[in-house]
């Protein structure tokens, strides 16, 4: 008796772990509808050539951008200064991708950054990689490995997304440095990133662009593992013009 109190506690402070911060309602049918005819209908930009420093200086600046807003953010949270600053890595890989790791580390590769035309797109991706860190979602996506081991589930490959891992081999941090977030994790990740930038200054159909992109690539099946991990296609761009219609009310 006392064993199976003791094994409910464990299990209920497990569960209560990993509850998800926010809860986003769902979508509507006419929603999907109309981010599928913008996926299909949207001619966008060739992806602009930039070189390992111009990257790098495109990112110091966005990072430089969106840090007034996204400390007012932290303020207004509690969230301490230390969690509000970020060391930004370029990765020579030619995969997009870009991924949160270790304490507040976020990763871009080469691939990521000749893949997208116009500064908000990076900008969109990066401010969504501060939202994990901010979320404090790998410390989740963490339990939720553990609880998924301790309930005897197979999660598939799932790498911790610590810093040694990233210095060890560069090629495998950006294959599997993304930690396997939740849904509502990534909704909240996407949904942050537009806060961000709408109160960085910029503008936000611009930065919609890389949704859209990623959507058509998903489609055309050039993949890398950035989609096995984060959520494409017509449900986040249908939530991303939902919040955009949101802000545009208030
Ligand atoms: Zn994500």
């Known amino acids: 008796m006392i064993r199976k109190v003791f094994l409910s506690f464990i299990l209920f402070f497990l569960i209560s772990c990993v509850a998800p911060g926010t809860k986003f309602e769902d979508l509507d049918q006419a929603q999907i509808d109309e981010a599928v005819a913008i996926i299909k209908n949207t001619e966008l930009a060739k992806p602009v050539e930039r070189s390992r420093k111009e990257s790098v200086i495109l990112v110091e600046d966005i990072i430089e ?26 990765l020579d890989d030619d995969m997009f991708n870009a991924f949160a790791s270790g ?21 969109f991706v990066i401010a969504h990689e501060i939202a994990h860190h901010l979320g404090n979602h790998i410390a989740n996506a963490q339990r939720n490995i ?81 989609f096995d991990t984060h959520p494409t296609g017509p449900e986040r761009l249908a939530s991303f013009n939902k919040t955009y219609k949101e802000f545009l009310k208030n």
């Open 103 to 123: 304490r507040n580390t976020i990763t871009y590769t080469k691939g990521l950054m000749n893949g997208v035309a116009s500064e908000e797109e990076v900008a």
């Open 146 to 226: 553990l609880l998924g081991s301790l309930a005897g589930r197979i999660l598939g490959t799932v790498v911790d997304g610590s810093d040694d891992l990233i210095s060890q081999t560069t090629d495998l941090g950006a294959r599997f440095g993304s930690l396997v977030f939740s849904r509502d994790q990534e909704k909240e990740a996407d949904f942050f990133s537009l806060l961000i930038l709408k109160d960085s200054g910029y503008d936000l159909l611009e930065a919609r662009n890389i949704v859209i992109r990623m959507a058509q690539k998903s489609e055309r099946e050039d993949r890398s593992t950035f």
């Open 65 to 90: 951008k969106i840090t007034p807003a996204a400390n007012q953010w932290c303020k207004e949270n509690n969230i301490p200064q230390a969690r509000c600053s970020w060391k930004v890595n370029y």
